[in-house]
């Protein structure tokens, strides 16, 4: 399977959260922070770094982004289109497939209870990381 290979600069927004799955990425440079809106606020719920996947528990349920996607730094990603990736996924047994999809689903509730409770763990950023101001510029830059 072949994929793209991109560069953004610090601050882009790479996905919104409800945003059609178009692609997953798989992070090769720099880092990515995924942030769910909850009650007004914006929540860090994970810290993508090099090697990491994001994007792909919205193509495994073939739903909407459940999560904005903002490149802290300069990041360099592959990306693996939805079409592509469903040609693969198609010729995985389905077994693997529910397996694959039971897991998404929690990871959905969990990301789901830490935006609900906002809790940012030191894991993701912590809150001298994520201060007020760095959240309002968040939101601004997801907006546009």
């Known amino acids: 399977m072949s994929v793209q290979s991109n560069f953004f600069q610090t601050h882009k927004v790479l996905f919104r ?7 997953l990425f798989i992070v090769k440079t720099g ?3 995924c ?3 909850s009650k007004e606020r914006l929540i860090p719920v994970y810290l993508a770094k090099s090697g ?3 994007g792909e528990s919205s193509m495994l ?3 909407p982004y459940t999560y904005s996607a903002i490149a802290l ?3 360099e990603l592959d990306e693996v289109e939805n079409s592509k990736f469903r040609a693969v996924l198609n010729g995985a047994p389905q077994w693997l497939i529910d397996l694959t ?3 998404i689903s929690r990871f959905q509730n969990t990301a789901g209870l830490i935006a ?3 809790v940012i763990h030191p894991s993701i950023l912590s809150d001298e990381d994520f201060p007020p101001q760095r959240e309002i510029e968040f939101k601004k830059l997801i907006a546009q």
């Open 35 to 37: 942030l769910k809106a």
């Open 61 to 63: 349920s073939d739903a």
């Open 17 to 23: 959260e409800g945003d059609p799955a178009e692609k």
């Open 73 to 75: 730094t300069q990041v």
């Open 31 to 33: 880092q990515v922070l």
């Open 101 to 103: 999809i039971t897991m």
């Open 52 to 54: 990491d996947i994001i």
């Open 116 to 118: 609900e409770n906002r």
